[in-house]
């Protein structure tokens, strides 16, 4: 891309000339242009009156989860409050990771009406986590409870051989 800059003193005194800017390539356009995206950001949420502060962003709903390796298992503990785990979560087995799937619905039961704060989240959501190999599927085991999701994964002992001598046998 190529432009002009004007360079000089004030606009009606002598001095003002016109230059090539120098050139800015893709390559640059692409590692700075998020950077310059996001100093616009920046700078528009202090031009936004105070009100609108107190509203986070629309993120998804994204349960909080946790993974813990205890007593030869893989403990995953998910925070999915507000959902009834028998219709609207899914829990599978892809090749060696774990699929963590569900919807979390708003009920609409009062209309809608202006809302001085909206902190609460729904929609879809995915976890994936990776297993180790040589996982026991069938032995799996999954509960929920108090708005708590718990999937106990065994992890298989892994079995450490002694060294082992071999006899050569003359013949």
Request: no cysteine; net charge negative.
């Amino acid at each position: 891309m190529r432009g002009w800059t004007l360079e000089g003193g004030r606009s009606s005194g002598p001095g003002w000339h016109a230059r090539p800017r120098k050139e800015v390539s893709i390559v640059e356009l692409k590692v700075w242009g998020p950077l310059f995206d996001l100093e616009k950001e920046i700078r528009s949420v202090f031009e936004r009156p105070s009100w609108m502060l107190s509203e986070p962003p629309p993120f998804p709903f994204r349960p909080k989860t946790d993974l813990v390796h205890e007593d030869g298992h893989l403990m995953v503990t998910a925070e999915l409050p507000g959902i009834d785990p028998e219709k609207d979560v899914s829990i599978t087995i892809e090749g060696d990771v774990l699929v963590i799937k569900g919807e979390k619905s708003e009920e609409k039961t009062v209309e809608e009406k202006d809302r001085y704060m909206h902190e609460r989240r729904f929609g879809s959501f995915e976890r994936r986590i990776p297993l180790p190999d040589d996982v026991d599927v069938a032995a799996i085991k999954a509960s929920y409870e108090k708005g708590v999701l718990k999937v106990v994964v065994p992890i298989p002992v892994e079995k450490v051989e002694e060294p082992r001598t071999i006899p050569v046998t003359i013949e």
